[in-house]
C-alpha cells in the first residue's frame, strides 16, 4: 500500500489498534475482577435478587451513588469474542497499518472480481448480437431498450437525453453526419472517438473578409444575408475554405468538415456565431472550449458498441418504423 | 415509603462495607421459572397473543386482486398493503406510522405504565408462547425447577427434546412467516419443500428462526433487562398519575403467615400473607413488594396470582393492582385516580396522535395516483433546433402507482407558443410501472426575455382528468 506519504503513519496506525485492543482486553479483565460490597444482610428472597441494592462505593458531590446492576456474565463474554474476532480479522485482512493480510483481500480485487463476475454473467445476453449486423439489431426493441440505456449513460451527458445535441455536440437524429452515418462509420466514430477541428481565418481574412465570407456561407444555406458582402466572400470562401468544405460546400465526411449549405448548425446560425467560428476557429484550445468526441473502445466492449450504433443508426433510419 | 419521580428501586442508604459478602460488576443469570397464573390480566394477555399472532401468521396468506394482500417487495421497492400500493417516494407514510407509534407508546406509557411490554412486545408475546409450550411438556414451575435438577434420564431426555423440537418448530415458522412478507409466501413455502430457497431467503428464515428461538427460549427476561432501550426510557414517561403496578405497603405490612381463622388486626399482621406467589409469577424474577423496579415489564402477572391468594384469604382484592404513585401516598379513591387519567400530557398525547392519524387518513384517502419527476438535462442548458427555434430538453420518469395501465395526455405551459416536440399525443404506462422518456420542448427564440422561465408540466389520464399532476421546471433561452 503506497496510500501513506511516510512510514510514521503507518506505525501510528498499527499502535493505536493494537494499543486499543489492549486496552479493552484490559478493560474487561479488570472490571470482571472488581468486587463491591453487597448490601449488609441482604435478605435472599425466593427469586434470589438481594432485598437491598448494590452499589459500587462510588460517591459524588457527597451523595450521589453509582448503582451496580450487574450485567450477566455472557455479556462480558460478547466483549471477549468481540477481541477475538478483531485479532482474526486484522490477520486474515488489512487493517493493521499497511500489512496485507494473510488473504491478500483489496478493495481494487474485490471490485475486479466482481466487474469480471458481472461481465460474465451479462455476456451472453450481449454475445448474440455481435453475429448480427446493425439494421437487424435496429430493429430489435429489445436490443434498442438496451441500447437507449447504454446512450443515457454513456452519451446523453454531450448529446442530451434525447440524442438531439447542443451546440457543438451534433444532433444524432437528423440524416446529417459529420462523418458518415453508414453503420460502419458509427462503430469506428465510438471506438475511436473523432477530433475535428477548423483553423481560425481572422489574420489571413481581417475583420472585413470575416464578414464576406459569413454573408456568403449564409448564402449558401438562403438564410438571410448582406448579398454585396455574399459576392465578396464567395472567392475568400474557394481559397480558404473550400479544401475542407467543398468548393459547393456541402463539406467532406472524411474530415468531419460540416455541409454548410443545409439548415443544420453545429455551432449557431445567427452571423455572430458563424462569424465566431470563421475567425477563431473550432476545437482549437482548451481554453474556448473543445468539444471532441472521447474514443469508448477503452470504456465499452464491442458488443456495448454495436447495441449503441445500432441505436443511433435507427434514431434516423427506422423513423417510419417507429412513428406507427 | 418515599414517592420519587423516577421509579427505580430505592436505596435505603448505602450498605456498610461487609468484609465476606461481595459481589462482582457481572453475575451470574439465575434461571426464572415462571409459575403459571390465570385471572383477568392473564386473559388480556392470552387475548392480545392470539390477535397479535392471527395477524401476524395469517396476514401473508391473504389475497387481493390476484396477489399476495400485504406484500413487501423489496426488490422491486413496491409494497403492497391491500388496495394501496407504497413506493419509495411515499416514505412519508412510514415516517407517520412511526411517529404515530412512538406517540401511541407515550400515550399508553403516561396512562398505565409499561402496558406494550407487558401485553403486546413481540418478546413477552412469544416468550408466552414458549412458556405455554414448556408447560405442556415439562409441567409447571416445580415441576420444571426439580426436572432441571434432576440427573439426565430417560424421561427428562425425552422431555426437553420434545421441548426443543416444538420450540424450532415453532421458531422456523415464524421465520418463514416474516420471510412470506417479502416474498411471496405460497411461492417460498413451494421453493421450501423442494429445497430451491434462495440464500439470502433461507438466510433470514434461519436468522429470524434463531433470534425466536433464542430471544423467547433462552433470553427471555434478559431482552428487557440488559438489551431493550425502550424498556429503559418508557420510564422517563413516568409521572405520579401513571397507574402502574404496585403493592399497598401500607395495608400489606407487617406481611406473615397465619392461619386462615385468624385475624390479622388481631395477630398485628397486615393482609401480605407472605406466600410468594407474586415472586413465583414474575417472569423477570423480582420481588414487587419492593416497589417499582425497572426490570417490571408491567405484565400485571402479579395481580392476578394475588388476588387469587386474597380471595381464598377471604380478603379484599387488591393488595397488588394498578395503581398510581399518588393514589398510594394520598389514599386516593378508584373514581379520583380515573379521572386523573385525564391530565394535560394524557390529552395533550392524545390530541396530537388524532390530529396526526386523521392528516395521515385524509392525506391517503386523497393520494394522486400518479407521480412525475422532470430532470433537466444537464449537459445542455439550451440549443437551437433550427433556426429561430429554441429547444430544451429533459428527462421525465412517469410513475403509474396504480394496478391499472393508463393512458396519459402531457401538456406544457408557461412561455408563449411553447409546445412539445415528436411525443406522441398519447403515452401509456403500464400496471404499477414507470417510463422513462427525454422530452423536448420548443420556444420560439423571440418569445421571451434570455434568460431561465418557470415552466408547468402537467400530465394527466385521458379517461379520469381528475387523476393529474403539475410539475415545475425551468425553460432556458439563451442570449443570441
Known sequence: ????????????????????????????????????????????TASGSPGQVQ??????????QEYNNPLPKWWSNLFWITIVFAIVYLVLYPGLGSLPGVLGWTSTGAYKTERADFDARVQPLYDKYLAMDIPQIAADPAAQQTGERLFLTYCSPCHGSDAGGSKGFPNLRDRDWLYGGEPATIVTTITGGRMGVMPGFAQVLGEEGVRDVTAYVRSLSGLPHDSLRGQLGKPMFAQNCAACHGGDGKGNTALGAPNLTDDIWLFGSSEAAIAEGVAKGHNLNAGAGVTPMPAFGTTLGPAQIKLLAAYVWGLSNTKPAAAK | MEAKSIPIRIAPGAPAPDGDDEVGLYEIRRKIYPRSVTGKFANWRVALVIATQVVFYGLPWLYWNGRQAVLFDL??????????????????????????????????????????????????????????????????????IRLDAAPLSLEKFVKKTLKHTAWVALALWTGYTFVGYFEPIRDLGLRTFTWNLGGWEAFWILFYAFATYGNAGWMREQVCKYMCPYARFQSVMFDRDTLVIAYDTKRGEPRGSRSRKTDPRVAGLGDCIDCSICVQVCPTGIDIREGLQYECIGCAACIDGCDQVMDKMGYPRGLIRYAS?????????????????????????????????TTAGVALYLKNPIKMDVMRDRGALARESSPGIMENVYRIQIMNTDEVP??????????????????????EVGAAATRLLPLRLQVPADAAVPGSHKIDIVIEAVDDPKVRRHEKSTFILPKP
Open chain 1, 55 to 64: 452499589v459500587t462505593g462510588h460517591v459524588w458531590d457527597g451523595d450521589l
Open chain 2, 75 to 144: 426488490a422491486a421497492r413496491k409494497f403492497y398493503i391491500f388496495g394501496i400500493v407504497f413506493w419509495p417516494q411515499d416514505v412519508i407514510y412510514l415516517t407517520v406510522l412511526l411517529i404515530l407509534s412512538a406517540l401511541s407508546l407515550f400515550l399508553f406509557t403516561a396512562v398505565a405504565g409499561r402496558l406494550w411490554c407487558g401485553y403486546a412486545c413481540p418478546q413477552t408475546v412469544y416468550t408466552e408462547i414458549f412458556l405455554w409450550i414448556e408447560r405442556r411438556i415439562e409441567g409447571d414451575r416445580l415441576a420444571r
Open chain 2, 406 to 427: 393508463r393512458t396519459f395526455r402531457l401538456s406544457v405551459d408557461g412561455l408563449p407558443g411553447i409546445r412539445i416536440a415528436d411525443l406522441p399525443a398519447t403515452l
Open chain 2, 325 to 357: 404513585e399518588n393514589a398510594l401516598a394520598l389514599g386516593q379513591s378508584a373514581g379520583s385516580i380515573w379521572r386523573r387519567v385525564l391530565r394535560p400530557r394524557t390529552v395533550f398525547y392524545t390530541a396530537v396522535l388524532l390530529a396526526i392519524a
Open chain 1, 1 to 44: 500500500m503506497s496510500d501513506f506519504t511516510s512510514g510514521f503513519w503507518n506505525l501510528y496506525v498499527i499502535v493505536l489498534v493494537v494499543a486499543s485492543i489492549a486496552a479493552c482486553a484490559w478493560l474487561l479483565w479488570a472490571t470482571g475482577r472488581v468486587k463491591v460490597a453487597a448490601p449488609k444482610g441482604a435478605a435472599k
